[in-house]
């Protein structure tokens, strides 16, 4: 079965600040992988999709990159603010089956 | 594209009670999936539908979980004699396509608390 992990579990930075996050994945059967933006309370948001292909996608201050055969992700945040506070989380989407499984996400605070 | 759309946002049960979500996918996404998700935990699968068929189900789901997607349009979850240990958000997603380029678009959820 896949299993993703995130780590560091929870990020503390001040504004300003570049930072990466981490994610892992035990089977690189994967068709795609996800990055998402959860607030407290509620659903998750798509940042960014990379297809298992390709090697790094980019969105404004946001890069993710795949190293599909490590089973490695990365999240790059570029000049951090208070506004990207939240839970991260990534999910991958396995070649067996029909189910994306995630990570436990990083919870990211920027301090002003 | 009005997004995905889930009601209850909240919903308060006493233990042992039957209880119902809704979720409207976007229109045109011929796939929808539930997870569930509890604290500082990830979203974890329940169940996935492709239009009104439901293709998959998790095995840790039990026989009180039951989905529908009737006419492939909006899915209802209902949970059969509510436990405690069903307190969760409900979260529902949505997509379009399959494999390499499958977008999930997820619902605000449903935050289920069992008393």
């Known amino acids: 079965k896949q299993e993703v992990t995130q780590i560091p579990a929870a990020l503390s930075v001040p504004e300003g600040e570049n930072l990466v996050l981490n994610c892992s994945f035990t089977?690189?059967?994967?068709?795609?992988l996800q990055w998402f933006r959860q607030d407290p309370g509620k659903g998750l948001t798509s940042l960014l999709l990379?297809?298992?292909?390709?090697r790094e996608q980019t969105s404004g201050r946001l890069n993710a990159s795949l190293d599909k055969s490590s089973g490695r992700s990365t999240l790059y945040i570029a000049a951090s603010q208070p506004g990207d506070s939240a839970t991260y989380l990534c999910?991958?989407?396995?070649?067996?089956?029909?189910?994306?499984?995630f990570g436990t996400g990083t919870s990211l605070t920027v301090i002003p | 594209d009005t997004g995905v759309s889930q009601n209850p946002r909240h919903k308060i049960t006493k233990r042992g009670q039957n209880v119902t979500f809704r979720c409207d996918p976007i229109?045109?996404?011929?796939?929808l999936y539930w997870y569930r998700q509890t604290l500082g935990q990830g979203p974890e699968f329940l169940t996935y539908?492709?239009?009104?068929?439901?293709?998959?189900k998790s095995r840790l789901l039990s026989d009180r979980f039951s989905a529908e997607r009737p006419k492939g349009s909006f899915s209802t979850l209902e949970i059969q004699r509510t436990e405690q240990g069903d307190s969760a958000m409900y979260l529902c997603?949505?997509?379009?396509?399959?494999?390499?380029?499958?977008?999930?678009?997820f619902g605000s959820g449903t935050q289920l608390s069992v008393l």
């Open positions: 997603a949505s997509s379009l396509g399959t494999g390499w380029t499958e977008k999930l678009f």
């Open positions: 089977d690189s059967a994967i068709y795609n």
């Open positions: 990379i297809q298992s292909s390709q």
């Open positions: 999910a991958v989407s396995g070649v067996t089956g029909n189910q994306f499984y």
């Open positions: 229109s045109e996404h011929n796939r």
């Open positions: 539908f492709q239009n009104e068929a439901q293709l998959e």
